[in-house]
């Protein structure tokens, strides 16, 4: 059973920073991408912020480019999304997803940037 676990979300300021973890079980983590993805409050959809594959490339939305930064222990099975000079339009529920399985989600962690 494909099971995600999101973390480490919260309250930050604007311009602040935040580590979101996400712990993957029931599937071959190694060899499989995974990606962090945002629904934003009052959208029913998410939208993809960054991937990244099994040998470690990665990919990001053009509107956290240069800000977010995903990377993955493959050791412990664990995809992390570092957000830095986080802004408003950042306040999501982030979830991470192993794109191979489409239909398996977490609960998400809530990220709120606000003063």
């Known amino acids: 059973q494909v099971q995600l676990v999101e973390s480490g979300g919260g309250l930050v300021q604007p311009g602040g920073s935040l580590r979101l973890s996400c712990k993957a079980s029931?599937?071959?983590?190694?060899?499989?991408?995974m990606a962090w993805w945002r629904r934003v409050p009052g959208k029913q959809l998410r939208d993809l912020v960054a991937?990244?594959?099994?040998?470690?490339?990665?990919n990001y939305a053009d509107s956290v480019k240069g800000r977010f930064t995903i990377s993955r222990d493959n050791a412990r099975n664990m995809v992390y999304l570092q957000m830095d000079n986080v802004k408003s339009e950042d306040t999501a529920v982030y979830f991470c997803?192993?794109?191979?399985?489409?239909?398996?989600w977490g609960q998400g962690t809530q990220v709120t940037v606000s003063t």
């Open positions: 997803q192993a794109p191979t399985f489409r239909d398996y």
């Open positions: 029931g599937f071959a983590f190694t060899y499989n991408d």
């Open positions: 991937e990244i594959s099994r040998s470690g490339v990665t």
